[in-house]
């Protein structure tokens, strides 16, 4: 007797993929379909005879509809303000995306212009990482204005405290590092509890940009790229989230320093983001690792790809005694 397995993640064809969008949307004949990259999302190349796109299939139970519709809205938003973004194009009946029942649940397709170019993490420049940091700050300053059709906001202390039990069993093997977690964990929640929304101001953010989420093209045009985590948050989570993968991903320092360069040259940080930013260094790698532990049975250790449990508990420990925790 064969057995039934439950799905976590499933591959939709490549194939099927194509037609699918050929069905959607207003396209050219001659479709091709390959797939990209399997991670959060799943991501293919779509091609037709004279144009090129990319297309996402959300992870089911990732992100809800309205998340997906959030992140689509503001691209939208964002093209129209001037910001160098790839949004996605509208299907014949002018929805953002469309949506087809997997085995393990109900998951959002939908197709974006290509962007061109290659990562900023192919080609570091201190001269781009400055106009990196520029971008960022003029989407916090158009972001202002965006009124999406339903808020999403996003939650750094929920995220690391929901998921601590399961950081704690991945480390269970590792002596006294389960302890160190919670050690870490509950002041680091009482802190950023405490974070005064007066002095250190939110608003819509991209929620995780670095050296991977944008192209650089060949005529030096700057697309910022994976908005998927976008929600409304702290302008100096969008910053450090940058400054915590650059350091993660072992670059150099200067790239960091000349992205808050140039963010600072057009919004330069209150007193109070200044002296939070040891606090908001130890949310993003917090977030990560929670992250990559409550998806490791679905995408595997890809989240952690960069660095091991040993790394994180030094830098953790480093950042935690910079911000006063521990």
Same mark, same amino acid.
């Given at each position: 007797?064969?057995?039934?397995?439950?799905?976590?993640?499933?591959?939709l064809?490549n194939?099927?993929?194509?037609?699918?969008?050929?069905?959607?949307?207003d396209l050219?004949?001659n479709l091709?379909?390959?797939?990209?990259?399997r991670?959060?999302?799943?991501?293919?190349?779509?091609r037709?005879?004279?144009t090129?796109?990319?297309?996402?299939a959300?992870?089911?139970?990732?992100?809800?509809?309205?998340?997906?519709?959030?992140?689509?809205?503001?691209l939208?938003?964002?093209?129209?303000?001037?910001i160098?973004?790839?949004?996605?194009?509208r299907?014949?009946?002018?929805?953002?995306y469309?949506?087809v029942?997997?085995?393990e649940?109900?998951r959002?397709?939908?197709? *974006?212009?290509?962007a061109?170019g290659r990562? *900023?993490?192919? /080609?570091?420049d201190?001269?781009?990482?400055?106009?990196l940091?520029?971008?960022?700050?003029d989407?916090?300053?158009?972001s202002?204005n965006?009124?999406?059709?339903?808020?999403?906001?996003t /939650?750094?202390?929920s995220?690391?405290?929901?998921n601590?039990?399961l950081?704690?069993?991945?480390?269970?093997? !590792?002596?006294g590092?389960?302890?160190?977690?919670?050690?870490?964990?509950?002041?680091?929640?009482?802190?950023?509890?405490?974070?005064d929304?007066q002095?250190?101001?939110?608003?819509?953010?991209?929620?995780?940009?670095?050296l991977?989420?944008?192209?650089?093209?060949?005529?030096?045009?700057?697309? *910022?790229?994976d908005?998927?985590?976008?929600?409304?948050?702290y302008?100096l989570?969008?910053?450090?989230s940058f400054?915590?993968?650059?350091e993660?991903?072992?670059?150099?320092?200067?790239?960091?320093?000349?992205?808050?360069?140039?963010?600072?040259?057009? !919004?330069?940080?209150s007193?109070?983001?200044r002296?939070?930013?040891?606090?908001?260094?130890?949310?993003?790698?917090?977030r990560?690792?929670?992250e990559?532990v409550?998806?490791v049975?679905?995408?595997?250790?890809?989240?952690?790809r960069?660095?091991?449990?040993?790394?994180f508990?030094r830098?953790?420990?480093?950042?935690?005694?910079?911000?006063g925790i521990?």
């Amino acid at each position: 007797m064969s057995e039934h397995f439950k799905i976590t993640h499933s591959v939709l064809d490549n194939n099927w993929v194509g037609a699918a969008c050929a069905q959607y949307y207003d396209l050219e004949a001659n479709l091709y379909c390959e797939l990209l990259h399997r991670g959060m999302n799943d991501v293919y190349m779509l091609r037709t005879s004279s144009t090129q796109y990319a297309v996402r299939a959300w992870r089911a139970n990732w992100r809800t509809m309205d998340d997906v519709a959030y992140e689509l809205e503001y691209l939208d938003f964002l093209r129209d303000s001037g910001i160098g973004v790839a949004p996605a194009i509208r299907t014949k009946d002018g929805r953002h995306y469309f949506t087809v029942e997997a085995p393990e649940g109900p998951r959002a397709l939908a197709v *974006f212009e290509w962007a061109p170019g290659r990562k *900023f993490s192919e /080609n570091m420049d201190e001269d781009v990482a400055i106009s990196l940091g520029q971008i960022m700050a003029d989407i916090h300053d158009v972001s202002v204005n965006f009124e999406p059709t339903k808020m999403r906001r996003t /939650n750094h202390v929920s995220v690391i405290e929901e998921n601590l039990p399961l950081v704690q069993r991945m480390v269970s093997d !590792r002596p006294g590092e389960a302890e160190f977690y919670s050690n870490v964990v509950v002041p680091f929640v009482e802190a950023f509890e405490q974070v005064d929304l007066q002095a250190v101001p939110m608003g819509a953010c991209h929620g995780d940009f670095h050296l991977y989420n944008v192209h650089i093209a060949s005529d030096g045009n700057i697309i *910022f790229l994976d908005f998927d985590n976008a929600g409304w948050d702290y302008y100096l989570s969008d910053v450090m989230s940058f400054v915590w993968i650059n350091e993660y991903c072992g670059q150099l320092p200067v790239y960091a320093q000349r992205f808050v360069e140039g963010y600072e040259s057009k !919004r330069p940080f209150s007193d109070a983001e200044r002296a939070h930013i040891p606090l908001f260094m130890l949310a993003m790698e917090l977030r990560q690792i929670a992250e990559s532990v409550r998806h490791v049975n679905t995408v595997g250790h890809a989240l952690l790809r960069f660095q091991d449990l040993d790394w994180f508990a030094r830098s953790i420990r480093r950042h935690a005694e910079e911000a006063g925790i521990v």
